[in-house]
């Protein structure tokens, strides 16, 4: 059940705060992924990453920022700009090319108080 | 983009029955299909997957087809088992993007 940890598994914010969520892989893999998971609905993608320094944003970016400094490693920031930011967060990996299998963490729930 | 229909959002059935969920794709050039499972409180874990140069694949009571002309893939399950109650999420490989687009998920609740 390794390969991508993600951490913390519970999270509370106060209200106009910013807060990160880590996101690490030792699959080797050049591409992350953030997902939104809110009760009764699907994942929605936040940003990806194909590559060290180079991220684009999903659809549902508003409120959110990444970065990408090393290949094992993509933090999730939820800003105090996103109106709704309760919900459980999935950072996933996968290689790029033919073979696209993607891992997934087992999450962060974030809760705003 | 890549955009993925997935019905139904809820389906339940006896056990030992089958249960079929369908999804549909946009993009004619997506070339790989997986199917990913969730159990309650878990991470999402693939189950199955198919690639565009196929037109079916089987692993013991799981299946999963493939039209391109249609652009619509499924999962069969067979014989289904309490333990097969989850949420089950389909998705299309964007070749462009080089990223995954995921359906909105169908729970499969199944009775004893």
């Known amino acids: 059940d390794g390969g991508i940890t993600q951490s913390p598994k519970y999270l509370f914010r106060k209200e106009g705060q910013n807060v990160t969520l880590s996101c690490e892989q030792n699959?080797?893999?050049?591409?992350m992924y953030w997902y939104r998971q809110d009760p009764g609905q699907g994942l929605r993608l936040i940003y990806y990453?194909?590559?060290?320094?180079?991220?684009q944003k999903g659809d549902i970016a508003e409120g959110y920022s990444v970065s990408r400094e090393k290949k094992e490693s993509f933090p999730l920031t939820v800003t105090s700009a996103q109106k709704n930011p309760t919900a459980f967060y999935l950072c996933?990996?996968?290689?790029?090319?033919?073979?696209?299998?993607?891992?997934f963490g087992q999450g962060t729930r974030l809760t705003v108080v | 983009g890549e955009n993925v229909e997935q019905h139904p959002s809820t389906l339940s059935v006896q056990e030992g029955d089958s249960a079929v969920i369908k999804c549909t794709y946009s993009?004619?050039?997506?070339?790989?299909f997986p199917w990913y499972k969730q159990e309650l409180g878990k991470r999402p874990q693939l189950i199955i997957d198919?690639?565009?140069?196929?037109g079916e694949k089987k692993d013991q009571r799981i299946a999963v087809t493939l039209n391109k002309t249609a652009k619509h893939f499924s999962l069969h399950i067979t014989e289904t088992q309490p333990e097969d109650s989850a949420v089950y999420f389909c998705?299309?490989?964007?070749?462009?993007?080089?990223?995954?687009?995921f359906g909105g998920g169908t729970r499969l609740m199944v009775k004893p």
């Open positions: 996933a990996s996968s290689m790029t090319g033919w073979n696209t299998e993607a891992f």
């Open positions: 699959l080797n893999h050049d591409a």
């Open positions: 990453s194909q590559i060290v320094n180079d991220f």
């Open positions: 993009d004619s050039a997506s070339n790989y």
């Open positions: 198919i690639r565009s140069n196929v």
């Open positions: 998705a299309a490989y964007y070749n462009a993007g080089n990223m995954l687009t």
